[in-house]
């Protein structure tokens, strides 16, 4: 898996490149290692804060954690991308079990209310030459019901275009292009909240919230 580092008035140093080369290989055996990382380290004042972006073809891992020193904080992103990736896989899992288990009650289940199978018995075929009736293939007539039930809307809850921390919106454009999001929700280093929406002819808008 490709990593790049940012530190933002931090230095990069020997210790914290092997913590995360550590924490990104127990990851890789949990989701592959075809993707790419990316860390972002940054100092304020007091505060140390790790960003970690773990992404892949069909996976999306973003956290961020703060901590009065740099190593804890990296330790519990790396702890809460792994975290994510072991649910997403035991999902993962969980689905393709459910829809092979689907697939053998449709099979065996009788049928639901208001829909009728009928089966026609099998009759007494034309009679051949030598007296001997011919055996005729049962037929299955099935009527479904008129109207087809609406699905549910299904949700999903991500904190993945949300930034954790004051930007400018230089950065904030590089950061929704790293992470593939349409929108992306973030503050200035002023307190204020704004949003930038990618709009279908592919340009950034930027949304000031009041």
């Given at each position: 898996?490709?990593?790049?580092?940012?530190?933002?008035?931090?230095t990069?140093?020997?210790?914290?490149?092997?913590?995360t080369e550590a924490?990104?290989?127990?990851i890789?055996?949990?989701?592959?290692?075809?993707?790419a990382?990316?860390?972002?380290?940054?100092?304020?004042?007091?505060?140390?804060?790790?960003?970690l972006?773990?992404?892949?073809?069909?996976?999306?891992?973003?956290a961020?954690?703060?901590?009065?020193d740099?190593?804890?904080?990296?330790?519990?992103?790396?702890a809460a991308?792994?975290k994510?990736?072991?649910?997403?896989?035991k999902k993962?899992?969980t689905?393709?079990?459910n829809a092979?288990?689907?697939?053998?009650?449709?099979?065996l289940?009788?049928?639901?209310?208001g829909a009728?199978?009928?089966?026609?018995e099998p009759?007494?075929?034309?009679?051949t030459?030598?007296g001997s009736s011919?055996?005729?293939?049962?037929?299955l007539?099935?009527s479904?019901?008129?109207e087809?039930?609406?699905?549910e809307?299904?949700?999903?809850r991500?904190n993945?275009?949300?930034?954790?921390?004051?930007m400018s919106?230089?950065?904030a454009v590089?950061e929704?292009?790293?992470r593939?999001?349409e929108v992306?929700?973030?503050?200035?280093?002023?307190?204020?909240?704004?949003?930038l929406?990618?709009?279908?002819?592919g340009k950034?808008?930027l949304?000031?919230?009041?």
């Amino acid at each position: 898996m490709n990593l790049d580092y940012t530190g933002r008035q931090t230095t990069i140093t020997k210790k914290l490149k092997a913590q995360t080369e550590a924490g990104i290989a127990r990851i890789e055996k949990i989701i592959g290692d075809a993707g790419a990382a990316h860390v972002i380290l940054t100092t304020e004042k007091y505060r140390r804060t790790a960003e970690l972006t773990v992404q892949t073809r069909s996976l999306n891992l973003v956290a961020a954690c703060e901590a009065t020193d740099m190593e804890m904080a990296l330790r519990d992103a790396l702890a809460a991308i792994e975290k994510q990736a072991i649910r997403h896989k035991k999902k993962k899992t969980t689905i393709k079990r459910n829809a092979k288990e689907g697939v053998r009650q449709v099979a065996l289940a009788p049928p639901e209310d208001g829909a009728a199978v009928l089966v026609k018995e099998p009759s007494k075929g034309p009679i051949t030459k030598n007296g001997s009736s011919r055996k005729a293939i049962p037929m299955l007539v099935h009527s479904f019901p008129s109207e087809t039930p609406l699905a549910e809307p299904h949700l999903v809850r991500s904190n993945d275009g949300v930034a954790m921390r004051p930007m400018s919106l230089e950065e904030a454009v590089k950061e929704a292009a790293f992470r593939d999001r349409e929108v992306f929700v973030f503050r200035d280093h002023g307190g204020q909240a704004l949003v930038l929406h990618r709009k279908k002819d592919g340009k950034m808008e930027l949304i000031e919230v009041p």
